[in-house]
């Protein structure tokens, strides 16, 4: 069993940064894919990043040259720094452990989530 902890959400003005942590315990997270999803007030949950287990990174397009994200093997923590933030980028963020994909369908652990909110 993997159990994951989001962290780093809040409240921040248009064009402002916030940094996202996800912290895996449990087991190691080290030969899964993590991923980042969102979901918006009344809107399905969204892909928005995801990371192999060697690093190869995926992004949404509305999020691409924006986001980062990241994960550092030692502190079993995977991270998403987010720049010029939108208020369109207001939701709900959740971390997930899986295989590598958009489909949130493709993840077995996920984190509870953080909010997140842009205020324009």
């Known amino acids: 069993q993997v159990q994951l902890v989001e962290s780093g959400g809040g409240l921040v003005q248009a064009g402002g940064s916030l940094r996202l942590a996800c912290v895996a315990s449990?087991?190691?997270?080290?030969?899964?894919?993590l991923g980042w999803f969102r979901q918006g007030p009344g809107k399905e949950r969204q892909f928005v990043a995801r990371i192999t287990w060697s690093r190869r990174t995926t992004y949404a397009d509305s999020v691409r040259g924006r986001f980062t994200i990241s994960r550092d093997g030692a502190r079993n923590t995977m991270y998403l720094q987010m720049n010029n933030l939108r208020p369109e980028d207001t939701a709900v963020y959740f971390c997930?452990?899986?295989?590598?994909?958009?489909?949130?369908?493709?993840?077995?652990?996920w984190g509870q989530g953080t909010q997140v909110t842009v205020s324009s």
């Open positions: 997930a452990a899986g295989s590598a994909s958009d489909d949130a369908r493709t993840y077995h652990y």
């Open positions: 449990g087991r190691t997270v080290s030969d899964y894919d």
